[in-house]
Nanobody, 123 residues
Framework: VQLVESGGGLVQAGGSLRLSCTVSGVTSDYYAIGWFRQAPGKEREKISCYSNRDGTTAYTDSVKGRFTVSKDNAKNTVFLQMTSLKPGDTAVYYC?????????????????WGQGTQVTVSS
């Protein structure tokens, strides 16, 4: 299983970015994709979850209403659309996957991770 993130970069506060997570090597339709971020000196933070079984999503409170997860099935790619970005969103963003048969939940433990992509929001 391999996950490759892309789409990070430098953006001004209030701007938008779309991150991509392309997944390969998963042979089942039952899995979850989680997005995480880690800022310098801080613990890794769970941002969202996407359940491939039913397309449900879950978000942590700090990004609700600003971030949206979606999937392009043809490309096997999950997107994290980020809007109204703030300097506090600056971090390395990671996607991860794990087998999962339920609805989206933030309470999953992931076993495969991407390499991360840097997002920097300037004030």
């Amino acid at each position: 299983v391999q996950l490759v993130e892309s789409g990070g970069g430098l953006v001004q506060a209030g701007g938008s970015l779309r991150l991509s997570c392309t997944v390969s090597g998963v042979t089942s339709d039952y899995y979850a994709i989680g997005w995480f971020r880690q800022a310098p000196g801080k613990e890794r933070e769970k941002i969202s979850c996407y359940s491939n079984r039913d397309g449900t999503t879950a978000y942590t409170d700090s990004v609700k209403g600003r971030f949206t997860v979606s999937k392009d099935n043809a490309k096997n790619t999950v997107f994290l659309q980020m809007t109204s970005l703030k300097p506090g969103d600056t971090a390395v963003y990671y996607c991860a996957t794990t087998p999962w048969w339920g609805v989206a939940t933030l309470n999953l433990i992931y076993d495969r991770w991407g390499q991360g992509t840097q997002v920097t929001v300037s004030s």
